[in-house]
Structure formats: structure tokens, C-alpha cells
């Protein structure tokens, strides 16, 4: 391997890293409801493949698309996760371990774009300076999928010692991190 595409990899890698932890922090809050392993495994596969295909339509978008795409996808995810947390801090608050979209079907689809839309942009830019496209989806997916699943078990641990306060402690999360979005957009 040359030099060059070791560095290259390396930086998918701390790239990949970063971006997973977006679905880490949403894994950590989403873990509050009561998934089977099973569910935690599909759901990080799910988000894993959300985060190969949305940079790589970035990277295909990159050399065509503007930064203002990137921006709006940005918005979007962080109304989804405002809207999320938003959902399971007010059924945490009446006492209720049930919310109107748990992360399961359509939920689960809805979880994750959500974070996997800033992995768009990313892959606008990725396009844009003509990145490798493989590395990066592949570095995007991986992380993405085991940093999810990570989450999403710390979660279930933090629920089974919180109980219903974990749902009200998760929405919380969601929603600062849909906030800090926003903020950093704004």
C-alpha cells in the first residue's frame, strides 16, 4: 500500500468515527425502549446501510449539487430529532414507556435518516474534492453500525436502572442533539 492511500484511509476512518457518533448519541437516547437484541442488531445494520448509501449519493451529488443541499438535509435531521425527543420526553413525562414512533418499522427507517443525513453532506463534500468512494462508504457504514448498536445497548442498560426516567433522560438527549444541530446551522 502506498502512503498516500493509507493516509486517505485513515482519514475515512476518524471521519467514519465521527460521523457514528451521531447515531451513538441517538442509539444512547433510542435504547430506553425496550428492544431485543435481535431488534438492536437490525436496527444498527439499518442505520450501517443508511450511512453507505446517503454519502454515496453526496459523493455522486458532490461535483453537481451545491453546499446549500448539505445545509437543508442538516435541517431536516435536526427536525427529526428535535421531533423525536420531543415525543419521548412528553410520553416520559406522563409516565408512559411508549412513544409514537419507537424505533421499529417506519420508526426505524425515521431514525435512521435521521442521523444519517449529515453523512450526506459529508459525501457532497467527499465528491466535491473527489474522495474515494468505497473507502469512505465503507468506513461510513461500519462505524455507523457498530457505534449505533453500541449505543443502543448502553441505552438498554441505562433504562433497565432508570426505568421510566430513562425515556425522559433519552428525549433529553435527542433533543439537545437536534439542538445542537440547529444551533450550528443557525
Do not use: N
Not at 448509501?53 to 448539505?70: D, N, R
Not at 441505562?158 to 440547529?182: E, N, P, Q, R, T
Request: aromatic content about 12%.
Amino acid at each position: 500500500m502506498d502512503q498516500q492511500y493509507v493516509s486517505e484511509l485513515f482519514t475515512m476512518i476518524i471521519m467514519a468515527l465521527a460521523l457514528g457518533m451521531d447515531a451513538f448519541s441517538v442509539g444512547l437516547g433510542m435504547g430506553s425502549f425496550k428492544l431485543r437484541l435481535k431488534t438492536i442488531a437490525l436496527i444498527g445494520i439499518t442505520v450501517g446501510i443508511f450511512h453507505v448509501w446517503m454519502p454515496y449519493l453526496g459523493i455522486l451529488s458532490g461535483a453537481f449539487l451545491s453546499g446549500k443541499f448539505g445545509t437543508f438535509a442538516s435541517f431536516v435531521g435536526a427536525a427529526l430529532l428535535l421531533f423525536l425527543g420531543l415525543q419521548m420526553l412528553f410520553s416520559g413525562l406522563r409516565g408512559k414507556e411508549e412513544a409514537i414512533v419507537a424505533p421499529v418499522g417506519f420508526g426505524m427507517i425515521l431514525f435512521a435518516t435521521s442521523v444519517s443525513l449529515d453523512s450526506f453532506s459529508v459525501g457532497l463534500s467527499l465528491g466535491m474534492i473527489g474522495a474515494r468512494a468505497f473507502i469512505a462508504i465503507m468506513c461510513f457504514g461500519i462505524a455507523a453500525c457498530i457505534l449505533t448498536v453500541a449505543g443502543l445497548l448502553l441505552g438498554r442498560q441505562v433504562h433497565s436502572f432508570l426505568g421510566k426516567y430513562s425515556f425522559v433522560i433519552g428525549g433529553s438527549i435527542l433533543f439537545a442533539f437536534g439542538l445542537k444541530i440547529l444551533m450550528q446551522l443557525i
